[in-house]
């Protein structure tokens, strides 16, 4: 239901104050005294009827006490007091703070206040100008209403709007912030509809913001307040919220219209786009407006919009969208006064009581404290310190440089004031020397002295109205210069702006430009290039030709040689074996100097020269080699003819490239010319620019010239000012004789004294005037001269830059020349060299055929071999490589499934709470106890063990791994059992929460081996550690309260409890080793090898323990009949245990944890043997079981006598369960061990299983090449 429609006639603000919940209680009923009336008082100084600012204080008491309460009840219950109907200026400051506590308050002031919107409807009504109440007070009063009252009605219908729109858009908060990014576009996804809708009431929102803001700036106009006076600054103060608010407002519906535009058609958000363009050009003038003012400068930083909206018909203009931030600045902290423990405001009686009905908010009994909500609000008040603390040493920095232009103005001001105190003491001077001529004229007798004192008195006053009348012309120069100075400085800034358009103009045109002779110079490079490559390749034929020709010579010659040595052999048999041995020698000097073109086959020739050591397969190739010359004789005829061919075509090429260059050269001319004459323009510009300085430098000549013509007048002013103090002084001493007779002129004389000093001081002061007037010219007149040196500067800089790129051009340009020449040299060379090339060829293409197919034959001999050491060389490599990432592969497989296997386990663990049975199970807190704290020792272990291991330490993985099962044990214990315990706590809530504090530390250790399973260095995982280290300390503090206490049972029940918790701890002991005996039979049955060592030597040393520790439960039993049996003067068992009730809870508590930890050590026992546990939980139960048979035998050794020998026989019972508790962690300890060591050469054998198979294929592969090979 929308807040209009619970609107009526007239609105009782007390009936919806009570309808505000209560949620926050108070602790006790002091404490909530003194809280209300600390908000009373900040209420009260925020809220009155003086016209002031809201002092930043007080409001901030009013938002830190609604996060107390967590709502706003308890401020609108204050509000029912002030009569807000009374005062406008009251009205306006409510409105004020209201609307900071909605932004800045606790959430649920929006809820709470959204159905008071009647009550702001009513007030605007009260206060707007269509009101007919008679205001009283008189005219100030009306004056107020009148200005004050617009603002109230346009800041209520404001807050109406703000209210509606959050009741409406319960997403945004009171800030208006939507999340951590305040994306707009995502709360919807995409329903267009509510996005239509919502860009309607962001519209209407900005509307009434912007409308109180122009009633603001009309009053404070009407007003003739400006923004450093009280008056005005409590009418601008509310405008920082505004300016906040609207540009976030702003930004939203800039975005929801880019999302709207993306899927709707245009003309449909016509008129939103014109409302948007409307409310745009009044919120920049609203900006425009307070940045102006001087209040808002040290408050806030306002935006700045651009000079028109953004293009929504543009998707593409979203882009150069930026959102306007209004940044505020912390103002700096007041000082406290003296009295601050006196806060009562003695200005308003209305505070003297607090019986205001606001008494039913709290709850008689407030002493429950949600600790951790308060918890989390300090840390959230702790961060908001850390926040305004940077905020503040930023601002104090600003303040130090604001003190430091402030000295400076002071010292300024301080030589201003010795100046005045000399100017003083001058005038004091001159003073008294008159009054020592009245002194002087009382005894002036003759009229011939009046005569020469008033001739002396009228030269002065002549030379007075002269100095007066050239003080007026030099004023006048003066007002003259200073206009020629702005016109010079409006031209110089005119010749600035067209020297600065000129160089924008010449750097578009020089990086345009650049831009094109760079494509063009990297297209020229590239052809060149080609042209290179080509020749090149021309060049590495022509080689090739060459020394395959120079070789088939010597072949030639040496196949010649073998066929007069074969022919010779064919006659004579007897030397067959000399010829052959001949042939064999000249083949070996032919592989020689192929081994010299190809080293890296050295071993392949040699391999080939053993093989044509054969006589049978030699003489068959020799006999072989005369027929197969023939054929390729033919073979080089065709290939000349295609290089032929190839030349023809290339010559075609080089002369396309010969026109291409000669076309790109004319074209780079051209360029270079144009911008030859732009360059000239510019410097043409620059000249005009050097012509108006030289303008500037001769008025400023004329300038100086009129500046010592004032200084020589005022040189002349100072020389009168000391010939008439001589002339006074002559005077003086010439009036000692007419002292009688100037009785009547001594009147006359006063009145021209005064006149005279008065006229004197006035002089004096235009003096200063000028000489300050002076000074600021000489000044401009320096900037004038900086500005034109820097002109100067950028003009030197411009021809530096334009010779650097002539230079840089010429460059270029000849080394393309010097390149094109020598590529046309090169051409020429190489086509005189490729015809002796032809002519040289077609001569030896007939020699080269008969040995052309044994060098090709070798050659593909040779590059098989190679081809087969290069291939093994790369298969040993890979084998290597692939040795190795198959044994980190193992040893992440293992980590990984490890990890598995323990998320498994605590996700098991976790569903076994879900187990009905377990509803049913309860469990002591002991064995919780023992659990937790057993984790928080593992979990700093395994902390330790990744940083090692992610240091590269490797020899730490195995106990890593072996840590995070134990952890995993303990956490899969802790949430069973935690929900076993929850079920003996008897308030069900505090159950609850154990359970669910169990299970979120096991899903935290979850989260924790599941980051270890894919390690990343953006995880901090000493800072998971560490949480889940502090939740397991946070659940033994809370298990620690669990635990049983025996004080709670009546002291007549402690005489028959000792009994039946010892025989209950006998019956556990005994039940316990019965238990031992059965999964040792099991064990030897089913287990064998190391496993049932294993579990034979844990059974054993936990079933020795158990034995010894029911002959210390017997030997207890025996202690305490001889105890109660002595009876110390008591009637029977019962009254003495009630008696001595302290030493009995003692005993109850130690029997009790006797039994419970037997029993724990069973079942760790028997999961250890079903593969679950692990051998830690055996250490600690056994010791946990020792520590409470020692805290039963220092119980029953209280009330023992010394010489007892029932005491004695306790005694060395407990000393027998120590030494089996040491023999079980000495077992269990070596047993790890063993099962460690055992799964060590387990991955150690399968690595070497893998590593052998790996070889035993590489030996398969190796044979396989050798095969291949022979």
Not at 415 to 426: F, G, M, S, V
Not at 564 to 574: P, V
Not at 955 to 982: R, W, Y
Request: proline letters at 2%; glycine letters at 2%; a negative charge.
């Amino acid at each position: 239901m929308s807040v209009y429609n619970r609107r009526s006639s007239v609105v009782n603000l007390n009936q919806l104050v009570t309808n505000i919940p209560v949620r926050r209680k108070a602790a006790d009923q002091v404490e909530r005294d003194k809280f209300e009336w600390s908000q009373w008082q900040s209420a009260t100084k925020a809220i009155n009827n003086i016209e002031s600012p809201a002092k930043e204080k007080h409001v901030r008491n009013l938002i830190l006490g609604t996060f107390r309460l967590e709502g706003a009840r308890l401020f609108w219950s204050m509000m029912i007091r002030l009569q807000l109907e009374s005062h406008p200026i009251v009205c306006w400051k409510f409105c004020y703070v209201i609307h900071r506590l909605l932004r800045d308050g606790h959430k649920n002031v929006v809820n709470d206040s959204v159905p008071l919107a009647p009550y702001f409807e009513q007030l605007g009504k009260f206060w707007s100008p269509l009101s007919n109440l008679e205001s009283s007070g008189g005219s100030q009063m009306s004056a107020l209403r009148q200005s004050y009252g617009i603002m109230t009605y346009r800041y209520c219908r404001l807050m109406i709007s703000k209210l509606t729109f959050h009741e409406r858009n319960p997403v945004f908060l009171g800030n208006l912030s939507i999340g951590e990014h305040n994306d707009i576009r995502r709360i919807f996804t995409d329903n267009l509809d509510a996005y239509f809708q919502l860009c309607i009431e962001l519209l209407d929102y900005m509307e009434e913001l912007l409308g109180l803001a122009e009633s603001v700036f009309t009053s404070l106009d009407q007003s003739r307040a400006n923004s450093m006076t009280t008056a005005g600054q409590c009418r601008l103060h509310p405008l920082i919220i505004c300016i906040q608010d609207s540009s976030l407002l702003y930004d939203y519906i800039v975005k929801v219209l880019f999302k709207l535009h993306d899927s709707l058609p245009g003309e449909t958000l016509q008129g939103h786009r014109q409302r948007l363009n409307d409310q745009f050009r009044r919120l920049k003038r609203f900006y425009e407006q307070s940045s102006t003012l001087q209040y808002f400068k040290d408050l806030i930083k306002v935006p700045i919009l651009p000079d028109s909206p953004p293009n929504f018909k543009l998707k593409d203009d979203i882009k150069n969208y930026q959102p306007p931030v209004a940044i505020v600045h912390t103002p700096p902290p007041e000082p406290a006064p003296a009295n601050d423990g006196i806060l009562i405001d003695t200005s308003d009686d209305t505070v003297s009581t607090l019986s205001f009905p606001m008494n039913d908010d709290w709850p008689p009994n407030g002493h429950v404290v949600d600790r951790s909500k308060e918890i989390a609000d300090l840390e959230q008040r702790l961060l908001n310190c850390d926040a305004m603390l940077r905020e503040n040493r930023t601002q104090t920095d600003e303040l130090h440089r604001l003190i430091a232009a402030k000295d400076t103005e002071l010292i300024t001001e301080r030589n201003h004031r010795l100046q005045l105190e000399e100017q003083l003491r001058q005038q004091l001077d001159n003073q008294r020397r008159m009054e020592e001529m009245h002194a002087l004229e009382k005894k002036a007798n003759s009229e011939e002295k009046f005569n020469k004192l008033l001739e002396a008195y009228n030269k002065l006053r002549e030379e007075h109205i002269v100095v007066l009348r050239r003080e007026g012309e030099i004023k006048k120069q003066l007002a003259n210069l200073n206009q020629e100075y702005t016109q010079l400085k409006a031209t110089y800034k005119n010749i600035g702006d067209e020297f600065n358009q000129l160089k924008i103009d010449y750097e578009q045109l020089k990086t345009k430009k650049n831009e094109e002779f760079n494509q063009e110079i990297i297209q020229l490079r590239q052809t060149n290039d080609e042209v290179f490559m080509n020749m090149n390749n021309i060049k590495s034929e022509r080689d090739r030709f060459e020394k395959e020709i120079e070789d088939n010579r010597i072949r030639l010659n040496d196949s010649n040689n073998q066929r007069q040595n074969l022919e010779k052999a064919l006659r004579e048999q007897t030397e067959r074996t000399a010829t052959l041995s001949h042939t064999i020698e000249t083949l070996t000097r032919e592989i020689n100097e192929k081994k010299q073109v190809l080293q890296h086959e050295m071993t392949s020739f040699e391999n080939q020269s053993k093989i044509l050591a054969d006589r049978e397969t030699k003489q068959h190739e020799l006999e072989t080699t005369l027929t197969q010359m023939s054929r390729l004789i033919n073979e080089h005829e065709n290939t000349a003819t295609i290089n032929e061919k190839k030349l023809e075509e290339l010559q075609l090429t080089n002369k396309t490239l010969e026109t291409t260059l000669q076309n790109k050269t004319n074209e780079f001319n051209n360029i270079i010319n144009n911008v030859q004459q732009k360059l000239n323009d510019v410097e043409q510009k620059n000249n005009n620019l050097l012509t108006t300085t030289d303008q500037l430098k001769i008025i400023n000549s004329t300038n100086d010239a009129k500046l010592i013509e004032s200084n020589g007048i005022i040189t002349e002013l100072q020389h009168t000012n000391k010939q008439l103090e001589k002339q006074l002084e002559q005077s003086n001493r010439e009036k000692e004789e007419f002292q009688k007779e100037m009785i009547e002129f001594k009147k006359l004389m006063e009145m021209r004294e005064s006149e005279l000093q008065e006229r004197l001081s006035a002089l004096t002061n235009e003096r200063n005037d000028f000489q300050i007037a002076t000074v600021t010219t000489t000044e401009r007149i320096k900037k004038i001269e900086h500005a034109k040196q820097s002109a100067e500067d950028r003009y030197k800089a411009l021809e530096n830059e334009k010779s650097s790129i002539n230079n840089q051009l010429q460059s270029e340009k000849s080394e393309f020349e010097k390149r094109l020449n020598e590529a046309e040299t090169e051409r020429f060379d190489l086509l005189d060299k490729n015809r002796e090339h032809e002519e040289s060829l077609m001569d030896l293409i007939h020699e080269k055929e008969e040995l052309e197919h044994k060098v090709l034959d070798l050659e593909a001999t040779a590059r098989e071999w190679a081809q087969k050491f290069v291939n093994t060389t790369d298969n040993q490599k890979l084998m290597q490589s692939n040795h190795a990432n198959l044994i980190n592969n193992l040893k992440q497989q293992y980590k990984y499934s490890i990890l598995t296997f323990c998320i498994n386990q605590m996700h098991d663990g976790i569903e076994r709470t879900k187990d009905i049975d377990l509803l049913n199970c309860k469990s002591g807190a002991e064995y919780l106890l023992s659990k937790l704290r057993m984790a928080v020792t593992s979990t700093k272990t395994t902390q330790d063990l990744w940083n090692k291991q992610a240091s590269g330490d490797e020899s730490t993985t195995f106990p890593f791994l072996n840590e995070c099962i134990a952890l995993a044990n303990c956490m899969v214990d802790i949430v069973v059992h935690g929900k076993a315990t929850s079920n003996l706590v008897q308030d069900i809530d505090q159950g609850v929460i154990l359970a669910d504090n169990c299970r979120d530390v096991t899903l935290l250790c979850i989260d924790l081996y599941s980051n270890y399973q894919t390690p990343s260095t953006s995880i901090d995982y000493d800072k998971q550690s560490n949480d889940l280290m502090r939740r397991l300390n946070s659940l033994i503090d809370k298990t620690t309260t669990l635990l049983p206490k025996v004080s709670d049972i009546s002291k007549e029940e402690l005489g028959d409890l000792v009994e039946k918790e010892l025989q209950l701890t006998h019956e556990t002991i005994d039940e316990a080793v019965r238990q031992l005996e059965a999964m040792m039979a099991k064990s030897r049955e089913q287990d064998t090898g190391i496993k049932c060592e294993v579990n034979g030597q844990i059974l054993d040393s936990c079933g020795k323990l158990m034995q010894t520790i029911k002959v210390l439960i017997i030997k207890a039993r025996d202690l305490q009949k001889e105890i109660v049996g002595q009876g110390r003067g008591t009637a029977s068992a019962r009254e003495f245990y009630t008696k001595n009730h302290k030493w009995t809870e003692g005993l109850v508590s130690a029997a009790k944890n006797v039994g419970v930890n037997a029993k724990v050590l069973i079942d760790s026992a028997d999961r250890l043997l079903g593969g679950a546990g692990k051998f830690e939980e055996i250490i600690a139960c056994s010791q946990e079981i020792a520590a409470s048979t020692a805290q039963l035998v220092a119980a029953s050794n209280v009330k023992a006598d010394r010489e007892s020998r029932n005491r004695e026989a306790l005694t060395h019972a407990s000393k027998a369960v120590n030494a089996s508790t040491a023999q079980v962690v000495a077992t269990a300890k070596n047993c790890a061990s063993i099962i460690e060591e055992k799964s060590k050469r387990i991955i150690s054998f399968l690595i070497k299983d893998k590593i052998n198979i790996n070889i035993e294929f590489y030996r398969h592969q190796k044979d396989k090449y050798q095969i291949t090979l022979s």
